[in-house]
């Protein structure tokens, strides 16, 4: 976990507006105890989730694909291949969508814009540093132009299945 108090409570703000804008449907079925806080979202994405990341053709069309995400300071973090069509996508239209879904359990969506990290960019050093721990050797040397992203996001809600003392060790997924 790499989150401050600061950024838990920013993303809860974040999740608070989300949650409060997001359609009736939406809001039926993320409440009460099935509705994740900050502090949750945080403990649930430690360590690299499958992330199926939604990007925008030029005519307007809905691309996905899934990407190794790795939630950092209250956003995900990602990486592809500079020939990847999300590559063209994302240099063109950075806006993106992007969700990790533990089957029923937990799923945590959200919107915002995916932002090219390069080694000038505040938050490079340390993306690197854990994408290296976790993998065993530098992302940006798997190939001749591998890009680094960070998605700003502007709107974020997560659902999960209620903590109880019963369930909490628990790695069947039925609850």
Same mark, same amino acid.
């Given at each position: ?8 409570? &920013? ?17 039926? *079925? ?12 945080? &403990? ?11 990007? #925008? ?9 899934? #990407? ?12 592809? &291949? ?17 969700? =990790? #879904? ?8 959200? =919107? ?15 993306? *690197? ?16 132009? *591998? ?13 999960? #299945? ?14």
């Amino acid at each position: 976990m790499y989150e401050t108090r600061q950024e838990i409570a &920013d993303l809860q703000e974040l999740m608070d507006r989300s949650h409060a804008a997001g359609s009736a449907h939406l809001r039926e *079925i993320v409440q009460g105890e099935r509705r994740l806080t900050a502090a949750r979202v945080v &403990d649930e994405l430690v360590g690299m989730k499958v992330l199926s990341l939604a990007t #925008v053709t030029a005519r307007g069309e809905p691309r996905v694909s899934a #990407v190794d995400g790795h939630f950092l300071h209250g956003a995900w973090t990602f990486g592809t &291949d500079g020939r990847a069509a999300k590559a063209r996508h994302l240099g063109a239209r950075p806006a993106v969508s992007a969700a =990790h #879904v533990d089957g029923e359990r937990l799923g945590v969506f959200c =919107h915002g814009e995916a932002v090219r990290l390069t080694p000038g960019h505040s938050t490079w050093t340390e993306t *690197i540093a854990h994408w290296r721990t976790h993998y065993g050797s530098d992302p940006t040397t798997w190939g001749d132009d *591998i890009r680094m992203y960070r998605i700003t996001p502007s709107w974020f809600v997560g659902y999960g #299945v209620p903590e109880s003392p019963g369930n909490a060790d628990d790695d069947s997924g039925i609850r």
